[in-house]
């Protein structure tokens, strides 16, 4: 295709140049006439400046003497020049001469010259002037034809250079383009035709500029046939894609921002649930029985706002088959979207069943200690003004019956236990198994305490009913502590703590009751929580102390041996009681270092005494039921005897009721242990607790300790005194002996005397103290007891 005249590079560039060259030379032509006329004009004035020059001195002569005839000779001499319009010479007094060129001066506007005239004999006194006119006409037509003359002269030479421009451009340039172009358009670079590069121009831009357009034609090639190769895959892969989307499992659609389905696969519809529906699939995917239409126009709206994939799980409420899709939508530009929907439900119900389990106790299938602070935070974020009420509840005694009867029957115990709390709650309620022997109730919408109370007294009751485990009939108690919202706490740690710490206020206070929290449990529990803290480091700093309080032989009236009993004395506090820091002790493990330490010291005490010629002196410890059977092996407690030389008859260790209860066949193991190598055993604080015969006559105990308090009121209380006759008349009948605490007077000493108690312990004969002042209590008490009536000789 060839192009018009008017249009082609060549006709183009001829009428380019010059247009260009006919502007430019029409400037540079008007600054030269503009310029030449200000040159010829400062040239004129020049000239008749040095004609003024010439004839000044005549002037000054003319005008010194006012010489008239002179000064007209000069006039006239200046006027034959055709620059000089009019001359006019003046002296101080009068005009000497005057000429002017007729017929000129009324049309002349031309500047005049003026110059003084000073004397020839002083060069500072002026003597007239000289005043020249310019001849304007004159000056104008040879300014005029001196710029003629250099105007033509540049015309002439644009003129030339614009041909010698034209001339080269068409050469070198235009004709060599013309030519690709010519070339270019009958090129067939499909055959593989390229494109030459014009004569003489190989290595220039021209040049380079073929070789850029051959390399373009190239790639423009390269591209055609990867675009051809392209469809023929598009094609191929549209087929399968269209197998694809119409046989996948996935349902797959196209949808609009309005949520109109433009194309879908018949997958879509059977997830859907629209497969049988007379009309089939609705035309907009928002139309689907969704459980939460706003959860789909969300996530839609989301997907095109982000231009990024979005995705959620949602519930279709399909009458007969609730159904769960995954839905994945993805933008593909022009406000449409490409749906994924794949079928999740029995991953749903998994993922139902198993968060449910995370919240459910497996055994009596309550709430679990999870599902309990979700329950409380619900309350507490859906109804923050709504007071509630939350008890824990713990099964006393449900240890010694889970360990000594099996994990069966405490199973089963446990599941009895769910039922009657069952029975005592409402259904509006939320009941759960927090722990192995722990419960948790939450009352909602109850204010204050009167509601509460009357349901852990209920529960209190229910619980302490007998339970029916095989032949035997099994008691156990339970403790509850409460605490209330919002008056206890408006968070869920805080609450549990409070409760928790009046569950702990209760057990500590023999169970069997309930507790409101109080502020100053609180203040308990953290000195409680400092008093472990600076119990752990009590043995390291010494501050551990062992009392001896004797234990005296009434009937014959000797000292018969002491009770080591614990004190610790704090560098602030001063004595500690041993009911403040055993429990703690105890619940912390600490029991079984301060248990080996009891041990070690009460040793070398024996071994002291003996050194001190006192042999017949026994001396007891107390020993915790933690320290059973582990922390105080009996391998222990013969070591250290060893290690001293003591024989196993100077130790005895005394026990309460409550480790009996705890594990009867480990306690026993235990205790079988120590009396096969010579051991004694005393059975402490007899009579506080179940006090069976039975335990007597099954566990190998040597010696029975009277508590305090029956022997403190028995002068008073003829109970007290018959239960303290028939405790020592049953020991004797099973050949054990008695000691008995608290005997703080002498008539307590002689009732005991006279009911054939042997052993006697209590202020009466001295309070615990330090070992520097046991000898000195010895001596005394051995000097007293000799004197005694009754004293055998």
């Not at 614009?162 to 001339?167: G, N």
């Not at 979700?374 to 109804?383: F, G």
């Not at 006192?614 to 059977?629: A, C, F, H, T």
């Amino acid at each position: 295709m060839r192009c018009p005249p008017k249009r082609n590079i060549l006709s183009r560039a001829v009428w380019a140049m010059a247009g260009v060259t006919l502007l430019v030379g029409t400037l540079v032509i008007g600054i030269t006439w503009v310029v030449t006329n200000h040159l010829a004009q400062q040239e004129a004035n020049n000239r008749l400046g040095e004609l003024l020059d010439t004839i000044e001195e005549t002037v000054r002569i003319a005008c010194f003497i006012e010489d008239a005839q002179l000064a007209t000779e000069v006039a006239r001499g200046l006027i034959r020049n055709s620059e000089v319009a009019a001359v006019s010479i003046r002296s101080l007094n009068q005009e000497l001469g005057r000429e002017e060129r007729s017929g000129q001066l009324s049309q002349n506007s031309a500047a005049a010259l003026r110059r003084d005239i000073y004397s020839p004999f002083d060069p500072t006194r002026r003597v007239g002037e000289i005043e020249l006119q310019p001849n304007r006409e004159a000056l104008e037509q040879r300014t005029f034809r001196e710029s003629l003359f250099v105007g033509l002269v540049l015309a002439a030479q644009l003129a030339l250079l614009t041909l010698a421009v034209i001339f080269i451009v068409l050469r070198l340039i235009v004709a060599p383009i013309k030519a690709i172009s010519d070339r270019l358009h009958l090129l067939k670079p499909t055959l593989g035709e390229r494109l030459p590069a014009p004569p003489g121009h190989g290595g220039n831009e021209i040049g380079r500029l073929v070789d850029d357009i051959n390399g373009l034609t190239e790639d423009l090639v390269a591209a055609l046939e990867e675009e051809h190769s392209l469809r023929l895959r598009q094609a191929m892969d549209e087929r399968k894609y269209r197998h694809i989307f119409e046989n996948a499992e996935s349902g797959i659609f196209v949808a609009d921002g309005q949520g109109t389905l433009l194309s879908h696969n018949r997958s879509l519809a059977r997830l859907s649930g629209q497969e049988e529906r007379p009309g089939g699939m609705p035309p907009n995917l928002l139309a689907l029985p969704w459980g939460q239409p706003e959860q789909t126009a969300a996530l839609l709206r989301s997907c095109l706002e982000s231009n990024s994939a979005q995705e959620d799980d949602l519930e279709l409420a399909l009458p007969d088959n609730p159904r769960w899709l995954h839905l994945s939508l993805t933008p593909i530009g022009d406000a449409l979207v490409q749906g994924i929907a794949s079928d999740i439900t029995q991953r749903k119900l998994v993922e139902t069943f198993a968060q449910r389990m995370t919240v459910t106790d497996l055994l009596t299938s309550l709430g679990n200690r999870m599902g309990l602070e979700q329950q409380i935070r619900e309350m507490i974020i859906l109804h923050p003004e709504q007071p509630f009420a939350l008890l824990l509840i713990n099964l006393d005694g449900f240890k010694r019956i889970n360990d000594g009867q099996g994990f069966d029957v405490g199973n089963e115990l446990l599941l009895m236990a769910a039922n009657r709390l069952r029975n005592c709650i409402k259904g509006s309620d939320w009941l759960g198994r927090t722990s192995g022997d722990e419960f948790a109730l939450l009352l909602p919408n109850v204010e204050g305490q009167e509601i509460p109370a009357k349901v852990a007294h209920r529960i209190v009751e229910t619980l302490g009913l007998a339970y029916e485990l095989g032949d035997t009939p099994a008691f156990v108690g339970s403790s509850v502590g409460i605490a209330l919202y919002p008056e206890d706490g408006r968070e869920l740690l805080t609450l549990l703590r409070n409760a928790e710490l009046a569950l702990d206020r209760v057990k500590r206070s023999g169970g069997r009751d309930y507790q409101f929290f109080h502020p100053s449990m609180a203040a308990a529990a953290e000195n409680r929580r400092r008093l472990e803290n600076e119990l752990r480091l009590a043995a390291e700093r010494q501050e551990l102390r062992l009392f001896y309080q004797p234990i005296v032989d009434i009937q014959q009236n000797r000292l018969a041996g002491a009770e080591a009993l614990i004190r610790w004395v704090h560098p602030q506090q001063g004595m500690v009681p041993p009911d403040d820091f055993i429990p703690v002790a105890e619940e912390t493990g600490l029991i079984q270092e301060i248990g080996l330490w009891v041990l070690e010291t009460a040793c070398d005490q024996l071994q002291q005494w003996r050194r001190e010629g006192r042999e017949d002196l026994y001396l007891s410890i107390n020993v915790s039921g933690s320290q059973i059977p582990h922390g105080l092996p009996p391998s222990a407690v013969m070591e250290a005897l060893s290690r001293r030389s003591l024989p196993p008859g100077a130790l005895v260790l005394e026990i309460t009721e409550g480790v009996l209860m705890s594990d009867m066949k480990q306690a026993l193991e235990w205790l079988q242990a120590l009396r096969q190598v010579g051991i004694r055993i005393y059975l402490d604080d007899f009579g506080t607790g179940y006090s069976s015969l039975s335990y007597l006559k099954r566990f190998p105990v040597t010696t029975v300790k009277v508590d305090k308090s029956f022997v403190r009121d028995m002068g008073q209380d003829s109970s007290d005194r018959a239960l303290v006759e028939a405790i020592v008349a049953m020991t004797r009948s099973l050949g054990l002996e008695v000691v008995a605490e608290g005997v703080e007077n002498e008539a307590q000493l002689a009732l005991l005397r006279s009911m054939g108690t042997r052993y006697g312990q209590g202020y009466h004969f001295s309070r615990p103290v330090p070992a520097s002042d046991f000898p000195a209590v010895a001596e005394r008490l051995e000097t007293l007891l000799q004197a005694a009536p009754g004293t055998p000789g």
